[in-house]
């Protein structure tokens, strides 16, 4: 759903934040990524406080205080996590991670949108 390299800055400066919410950046908040894939655009002026809820929670469980932002263009890290290290400040977005962020995304439509369907997986 977010990116193929699955990495996040775990937390940044406020200012520097403030820069890369604001886009043209290729940070994307990760809201912003479920509300693109799984949303889809003729749903996400309407629904798509729903990726930004799955998010809520998402960070609630987690403790984290700004919305992970995904790096969209390039892997950060050297796919460190790949090799059972973990670089410091990023983080992986994990199969259960997805998993968890795509259910609550699911469900969440079924409220907002009943008639929407999941993208196809491929």
Same mark, same amino acid.
């Given at each position: ?11 940044? =400066?406020?200012?520097? #934040? @403030?820069?890369?919410? +604001? ?13 693109? !894939?799984?949303?889809? %655009?003729? #749903?996400?002026? =309407?629904?798509? #406080? ?17 919305? %992970?932002?995904? =790096? ?9 996590? !790949? =090799?059972?290290? @973990?670089? +410091? %400040? ?22 907002? @949108? ?9």
């Amino acid at each position: 759903m977010a990116s193929a390299h699955h990495c996040y800055r775990d937390y940044w =400066q406020p200012a520097a #934040y @403030a820069q890369h919410v +604001k886009g043209h950046t290729p940070w994307v908040p990760l809201s912003d990524l479920g509300t693109m !894939y799984l949303i889809g %655009p003729e #749903y996400a002026e =309407q629904c798509g #406080y729903v990726a930004d809820d799955a998010v809520t929670a998402f960070m609630a469980e987690r403790g984290l205080t700004q919305e %992970p932002l995904i =790096q969209s263009r390039a892997t950060v890290g050297s796919g460190a996590a !790949y =090799q059972g290290k @973990a670089p +410091k %400040p990023f983080s992986y977005l994990s199969d259960g991670d997805f998993a968890m962020l795509t259910m609550a995304v699911i469900d969440g439509m079924a409220t907002c @949108a009943p008639d929407w369907q999941p993208p196809a997986e491929g």
